[in-house]
């Protein structure tokens, strides 16, 4: 970063304020009461009509310097239409979005100034080889000629990809693409990433990549991330702090481990059944208003002498017969989100 | 608060030239993996109209149009119709969210494809007209005149491809202007206006491919009517500079939603 003389002041919070004042100059990026809302469709034929979605409802959120900063929930839930707020892709209905000082509903243009985004799609970079793409990419990100190619020597390198720079990211695989548009992401260094489920499809090692990566710009010149997920492994080991975000509200804002421990009086037990559940069993007949059914899986949240009871009826007698698989652990952020009143676990994923 | 200063500072905006040449390199370089095919589809398709028209003109004015309107066909080919695709598809795609989080200006954008995709145009243009020469009997030492032609019928026909593509509300709608589009400058273009009705001929007039044409043919008379040859690139350049303009507002607009 060079010099500049933009004002970092925060705009003051309105009563929903997320951090207190003495933080105040460690956030990066505030998000005030923000509101989109997407008008309704009138049907067609072969598509039906859709009301108005509200798909962001009053969002706040405060994400402070250095820190990966986690979005989750499920498909639909409206965190990229949080995000393209965020990247200036998109004008909120009403409220506030700040980054780095800089007022993004007024001046949306200045987002590409201060963040570099990875989005879901690769359709600007499909045709182009990784190292073009990279090189591209940092060009219109403001930097000269050699520097736009020392910088995409030293990115293809840092994540693995100099061996298939010369490919075009149509012929690669999913992962592989995916690592490629993130490399692109990458050249020319901006303070903050905002990265839209990076890891969709990599494999470990391309993940191990990523994250590396990403701590090198933490550790080098604290680099903020915020990063969109629907997968729960992936935010307990990678987040510092996450929002949970539900119908277009943030229903919980914490670390993981923090929001954890809302529900850490339970653990998760879950049960596979062969065909269908032995109701017969009187045991299981009274925890089956429990469950939550997903085919022949059961998901139970109980208390962790309700879930020694329970185990022990499944593993002994006529159910056990029945039983395909079982696991019993400690909640999941995935537990968390069922907790806080979201909707089905379907959109979360676990891998 | 010194940290908060700093950090607040905005990175550089990509300077307009740089950003063209860097957005016309690799659209140059996405021909290498999917245009050649469809280029020597844009190529064989006006060399065969040329053939078929053989039996039909016998030479003069007639075999001018025929040879200039399948030139200039290529032209509209690919300016007009895989241009308007392109953008039609990098829109649906959400492909334009990647230029619209980079600093850079609009019109690079635009100008750097619109530009690349009149280059890949040139060899198809320069071998169907060589081919009409030959097959009509008319003077090659007038072809130079493609080096106005192509960049300007180019930017005309780029333009509004880009135009089209960026504007249509759904993907399949831009991919119907842009073949809907390439058949106007097929039909009106290539045949003869002697034989044509006068509404047909005032549509061939509200059409920028046609002033390309018309100064490509002019060039083959023993003695050309330059000032008619200059108003044509004039129209064919005015035509260019309004729809790129238009594509670029487009462009905007497609970004930000």
Redesign the interface.
Known sequence: ????????KQDTAPAAAVTSEADA?DV?CAVRDLVKSYPAVRGRRGAPALPETRANDGICLDVR?GEVFGLLGPNGAGKSTLV?QL?????PDAGSVTL???DLVRH??????????L???????D???VA??A???G????L??RAARTARDAVLEELGLTEIAGR?L?KLSGGQRRLACFAAALV?E??VLVLDEPTTGMDPVARRAVWSAVDRRRARHGATVLLVTHNVIEAETVLDRVAVIDHGKVIACDTPAGLKATVSGEVRLELVWRTAAPLEVPELAELAPAAVVSGRRWLLRLTPDRARAAVAAVTGGPAFAALDDFTLATPSLEDVYLALGGRASKGLVKS | MTTAVTAGALAPRARFFPALAAVYRAQLSRARVARIPLLFVATFQSVGIMILMRGVVDGGSEARAVVAGSSVLVVAFVALNLLAQYFGQLRAGGGLDHYATLPVPPASVVLGAAAAYASFTVPGTLVTAGFGCVLFGLPMGGLWILGAVVPLAGAALAGLGAALGLLAPRQELATLAGQLGMSAALLLGVLPPERMPDVIVWTRDLLPSTYGVEAFARTFAPDPDWTAVLFDLGVCGAVGVLSLAVATWAYRRAAVR
């Open positions: 970063m060079s010099t500049g003389t933009a004002s970092a100059r990066v310097r393209r990247t200036g892709l998109m004008r780095l000082g800089h949306p243009e200045r987002a590409s100034r201060l963040l570099a985004y989005g879901q799609e690769s359709t600007a970079l045709e182009l080889t073009l793409a090189e591209t990419t060009r219109l990100r403001g000269g000629a075009p149509k020319g901006r303070p």
